[in-house]
């Protein structure tokens, strides 16, 4: 599965590598240069982040389906002891 990011995103993406290189490295990064870092890190690093995102959601999703029962669990046969407790007010 290809990773691809908003056409706006990239742009900013693009012009954050060039930044990061003009402030921290020797020397400056084109565009079209820091554009093809930035697909190199999306074909071979984005994966990982993509995987790790995923794993992270399952977990809680595992976690609130365990906790449905408790939102929206209801006690059975309680027509009794609801009945009973109405009339001892009365």
């Known amino acids: 599965m290809t990773i691809e990011i908003a ?4 742009s900013q993406a693009i012009a954050s590598i060039e930044r990061y290189f003009r402030e921290n490295m020797d020397e400056p990064i084109g565009n079209i240069t820091a554009g093809a ?19 992270d959601v399952q977990e809680r999703l595992q976690l609130r389906v365990m906790e449905v029962d408790l939102e929206v669990h209801e006690d059975e046969f309680q027509y009794w002891s609801r009945y009973e407790k109405a009339h001892k007010r009365k």
Do not use: M, T
Request: net charge neutral; charged share 25%.
């Open 7 to 10: 056409k706006e995103a990239r």
């Open 37 to 55: 870092l930035l697909g190199f890190f999306l074909e071979e690093i984005g994966p990982v982040v993509y995987n790790k995102a995923v794993a």
